[in-house]
């Protein structure tokens, strides 16, 4: 009886582990946990375990040579049985989603040297002015982290789009669009942001909001903002989240 | 309790596995308390420095940027010294010190920096840093005409080349190269075609297609200028024949964007005629003197910003910051402040006590030590005068360059970007000269430009061409 | 024991496997269709460190459940395939040595450290002791082609930092491996459940086929691998949510505690060997060459996740002997290399 509680659960999580990978991959949103490099690798190794599965169903059950579990063993592993199915029921039943700003607070935005070298400023400074619109908030932030000069962001119109993170140092005025930068997977996710001096931002936009920002990099206006350069925009709307919401 | 205790006895001391772990651990405590030790008393080492060898040389405020293996307390500027002596200033955050320099350091120099009494945030150990590196080495371009008596089909070339001799390198040929301008990835070639009509073309460094820039008609280009970090040239434009609706207006190419040939505006809408123009040191700004002789600084990136700063015989260069320019009026030469429209004048010093004539001047750095070409009568043989280079800080003067006899003439120069060198163009002997006979920006045959080192007033190196380019 | 055997013998000739079959396919559909239809119900309000824990702790599942199904096929190639005492074979006899060569098996089974468990227990059945399979366990994810690749592209390598770890990761498992080897009786090592299981006798007394014996450990192995990858990712994604990375990013470059803040940071991670190179990279510019090594060389051994996966196989009294001296080592390499780099 008990091994075959073990037997079972062993399945059902293989089961809905796998199911939910191939089903991420198939409707492109694997990305949302893991890196596109790891794709290939793991839909074969999750299509090689469903083909286990099924063979296991075929196959008739092992004999039982365990041992009854003493009593508070027992609750241990029930414990630990509902805890583990609430966390498969959690990977069948709830939509994906991407990490949200709680996780991008909580891990200090642009805290990291991630996506450092993505942009220099020796060779963007004579770029051709269209690449710039092309330019993400990885590829901005890289840039900013590297130089505070404002003469430089002269005449470089940007145009990112990125959910909202308010800004610690001046949270009415200053937020920054922001992105997760994934090196392997959604654990390692680093919250990376562009600041964008809007006043009163909080009266038309809420914080975790998707926008599309548009305008140019000047002196941050902000009295209290601790970011010397900020995006001044021109023309700020709330868009959906794309499908891609991570940067890598 | 005598049971429990000899039971743990033979635990620990009988059985082999229970000895060896509890040895290990105490080994491991040991060498890991010994280690942390030694890092604690060892303080902070430089792991790293970064600093753009050619940036330095060309431009001033470049960074020497020090990395030490982790967060030390602030650096003092009177912890820092370098030689060869250069003004700096000094910043640290974290684990980084930076070093400014205040202004472009000279050409193939060895700097050695230390950094005194560095200590970590955590404990007092003081370290010394020590950094040295090499600057660039300098390197120009410059035109070597072909000469017409030596046959038809002749090419001009471009020729890349440095200061410590050897032949350089031919960039690129073509017949007829009227001047040229260079950015770092590409040179803008102005040439003459048989029609005496100009053309434009954007020559990559790195071997690629040779693009032609489409230009407003048929016509003459001429003063052609670049601002190489803000990806600009520019050049006057006159059209051809009865039908040439432009008259020595200013046209802009944004080689950031697209390579189309734009006319700047004046106050009325209608294209810029100007005398003379430069733009200023790495901006997108210029000036220009229209032909009622007002200056004008205008911001290429935004239309309709253009300044009047007065009006004056002649437009000369500006300073090596673009802060300075220097212009004339009939008593002499001003040095006009963009930042606040005060004027300077700069009286050219007697030579050997005799009085100069003063002629193009370019200041060297935010101060006013400038070079400066100067005529003076020449009472000893026949009346004629003659031209020197010279140096000149406050009020000694020094002569960098005659001709030799006094036969030739200086036909121009130019200051390398870090001050360090001065490029004369010379005609040896002006009675022998003859001209290429080009039919915009003509030169003689003979002309030589030589290299001097303003410090030594040493001849480093002459080439057979002009219009060198740094 | 035999009257069982001979009950399930006949209960399960032929109708259960059809049913069986219908019935996990059917399940198996069913799962499906319950996964694309629920977005369809729109999104949940979730408050967002909720939505951020089930995210990250499905991350960690998604990420490292490719390594454990290839580290369970490995293992079923290892104990039902490859012919008895095929590996023995080719290792020398002298106990040093041999754990030494056994160090490098990870070159021919490149798994990570979550699909290493179950290979190494499919090692020990057959018939590595437990302080052998132990070094396999922790050499094998640092001493492996993916991951000497991916290292040496993210640090150079000629780096401190690849030196540290592969050396180190070889020096920890033997080390380990020479300790546990001194205790007079092996089995006590493993949890009881897996000590019985060794103990079984050859199943191919039964006549099972060997394709039925590769099934019968696959549900085996999950059903031991996958609750505890379970638990494990839900606690390294508690732990995330729980504790802000500015509490260990501020230990920064002090380099005694810098050692200790990666120590920690591997342990709340808890990312596969085989990518954690890309993933400490970025911190390599604030941390000391040193802390970055132990957190290369501590993480593929001892991570949240990787102690509820050992927890199968080894008593509780092991794990934390191995956690301490494996700390301990990792520690000694980290001052070393920071102290000399």
């Known amino acids: 009886m008990w091994r075959s509680v073990r037997r079972w659960q062993g399945i059902v999580l293989v089961v809905a582990a796998l199911v939910s990978t191939v089903w991420l991959a198939v409707t492109n949103q694997l990305i949302l946990y893991i890196h596109p490099r790891y794709i290939v690798f793991t839909v074969i190794m999750a299509v090689l375990g469903l083909v286990l599965v099924v063979a296991s169903f075929v196959s008739k059950p092992d004999h039982d040579h365990d041992e009854p579990p003493k009593r508070w063993r027992a609750v241990l592993s029930i414990t630990a049985t509902v805890v583990t199915l609430a966390v498969a029921v959690g990977l069948v039943v709830v939509p994906p989603a991407t990490l949200t700003t709680a996780t991008a607070n909580q891990r200090v935005i642009n805290s990291t040297g991630v996506g450092a070298g993505t942009q220099n400023v020796s060779s963007a400074a004579s770029a051709p002015a269209g690449t710039f619109a092309k330019f993400t908030v990885l590829d901005w932030s890289s840039l900013l982290r590297q130089t505070s000069d404002a003469s430089f962001y002269q005449n470089k119109a940007a145009d990112v789009t990125g959910f909202i993170t308010s800004d610690k140092s001046d949270p009415d005025n200053v937020f920054y669009v922001s992105r997760f930068v994934i090196t392997c997977c959604a654990v390692d996710a680093q919250p990376i942001g562009v600041p964008v001096y809007l006043p009163n931002w909080r009266s038309s936009f809420s914080a975790d909001e998707w926008v599309r920002v548009k305008g140019e990099f000047d002196t941050n206006p902000s009295r209290t903002s601790q970011e010397s350069i900020a995006l001044v925009p021109s023309d700020t709307t709330k868009v959906d989240q794309p499908s891609d919401p991570y940067l890598y | 309790m005598t049971h429990t205790s000899t039971e743990a006895e033979e635990r620990l001391g009988r059985s082999p596995f229970r000895r060896a772990l509890a040895v290990t651990i105490a080994v491991l405590v040991v060498l890991v308390a010994a280690f942390a030790g030694l890092n604690y008393l060892q303080g902070p080492k430089l792991s790293s420095a970064t600093i753009d060898a050619s940036s330095a040389v060309a431009k001033a405020g470049q960074q020497l940027r020090l990395f030490a293996n982790q967060n030390i307390s602030a650096v003092k500027k009177s912890q820092v010294t370098i030689t060869p002596a250069a003004p700096f200033s000094v910043n640290s955050s974290g684990e980084i010190i930076a070093v400014q320099f205040g202004t472009r350091l000279s050409y193939d120099t060895q700097y050695r920096v230390t950094v005194k009494s560095v200590t970590s945030l955590y404990q007092d150990r003081p370290q010394t840093f020590r950094y040295s590196f090499t600057t660039a080495k300098a390197q120009f371009y410059y035109l070597d005409r072909a000469d017409p008596t030596a046959g038809g089909d002749q090419l001009d070339s471009i020729v890349r080349t440095g200061l410590s001799g050897g032949r350089g390198t031919v960039v690129y040929s073509a017949p007829h190269i009227q001047e040229f301008v260079v950015f770092p990835q590409l040179i803008a070639v102005a040439t003459l075609g048989d029609d005496k009509t100009g053309s434009l073309s954007l020559v990559s460094l790195s071997g690629g297609p040779v693009e032609q820039v489409a230009l407003p008609g048929s016509g003459t280009i001429g003063r052609l200028e670049a601002s190489p970090d803000a990806g600009m040239l520019g050049f006057l434009f006159t059209g051809a024949g009865p039908s040439g609706s432009y008259s020595s207006d200013l046209m802009l190419v944004d080689l950031t964007g697209t390579h189309v040939v734009q006319p700047v505006l004046g106050l009325d809408s209608r294209p810029l005629g100007v005398a003379d123009w430069q733009f200023l040191s790495g901006s997108t700004s210029f000036v220009a003197q229209t032909f009622d002789q007002t200056v004008l600084l205008i911001d290429a990136k935004k239309p309709g910003s253009s300044v009047p700063l007065g009006q004056y015989a002649e437009l000369g260069r500006s300073s090596p910051d673009g802060k300075t320019l220097i212009v004339s009026d009939v008593f002499g030469k001003i040095a006009y402040s963009l930042a606040d429209g005060k004027e300077t004048r700069l009286p050219a ?22 070079v400066q070409q100067v005529a003076v009568f020449d009472t000893s043989g026949g009346n004629s005068y003659r031209s020197y280079l010279v140096y000149e800080q406050g009020t000694t003067s020094r002569i960098l360059f005659q001709t030799a006899n006094g036969k030739g003439s200086i036909d121009g120069f130019s200051v390398s970007p870090n001050g360090q060198y001065v490029a004369v163009n010379v005609v040896p002997d002006v009675a022998s000269s003859v001209s290429d006979g080009y039919f915009v ?22 080439v057979a061409g002009f219009d060198e380019s740094w | 024991m035999g009257i069982r055997v001979a009950e399930s013998r006949r209960s399960g000739i032929r109708t259960p496997t059809v049913v069986g079959l219908a019935v996990g396919v059917v399940g198996i559909f069913a799962v499906f269709a319950v996964r694309a239809l629920t977005p369809a119900l729109g999104k949940w309000s979730l408050p967002n460190q909720l939505q951020d824990l089930l995210t990250l702790s499905i991350s960690v599942i998604v990420e490292s459940l490719p390594f454990v199904i290839l580290g369970i096929l490995l293992s079923i190639i290892v104990q039902v395939w490859i012919p008895d005492r095929w590996i023995m074979r080719i290792l020398p006899a002298n106990p040093i040595l041999r754990r030494g060569v056994i160090s490098f098996l990870g070159i021919f089974l490149p798994v ?8 190494a227990r499919g090692l020990i059945v057959k018939g590595f002791t437990v302080s052998e399979s132990m070094t396999f366990l922790l050499a094998a994810p640092i001493l492996n082609p993916i991951t000497i690749i991916t290292t040496g592209q993210a640090f150079g390598f000629d780096s401190w930092v690849f030196v540290a770890r592969l050396v180190g990761g070889f020096v920890i ?15 006590s090592l493993l949890t009881d459940r897996f000590a019985a ?12 086929t060997r394709w039925k014996k590769s099934i019968e450990l696959f549900t085996r192995e999950s059903g031991v691998i996958m609750p505890a990858l379970f638990i494990g990712s839900l606690v390294a994604g508690l732990v995330q949510v729980a504790v802000p990375r500015a509490v260990l990013l501020n230990l920064g470059s002090n380099p005694v505690w810098s050692i200790l803040a990666m120590m920690v940071l ?44 050992m927890r199968t196989t080894f008593t509780a009294k092991v794990l934390v002997q191995l956690t301490v001296v494996v700390a301990l080592l990792s520690a000694l390499i980290g001052l070393v290399v920071n102290y000399v780099a």
Do not use: Y
């Open chain 3, 197 to 208: 299981e060794c103990r079984m006798p050859d199943p191919h007394e039964h006549g099972e």
């Open chain 3, 266 to 309: 591997a342990f709340v991670i808890s990312v596969c060997s085989n990518v954690d190179s890309f993933f400490i990279l970025p911190f390599a510019s604030t941390f000391m060459p040193g802390s970055i090594s132990v957190f290369l060389v501590f993480g593929p051994i001892i991570d949240i996740k990787m102690l509820t996966l």
């Open chain 3, 173 to 187: 498992a033997n080390v380990i491996g020479w300790l546990f080897s001194k205790h007079p009786d092996q089995d």
């Open chain 2, 349 to 370: 010093l007697p030579i050997a006590g005799a009085g100069s004539f003063g002629g193009d001047l370019e200041l060297l750095g935010s101060g006013n030590a400038r």
């Open chain 3, 112 to 119: 990570c450290e979550c699909g290493n468990v179950p290979l």
């Open chain 2, 441 to 462: 920006n003509p030169k003689s045959t003979s002309i030589t430009t030589v290299f001097i080192d303003i410090a030594t007033g040493n001849l480093v190196r002459s």
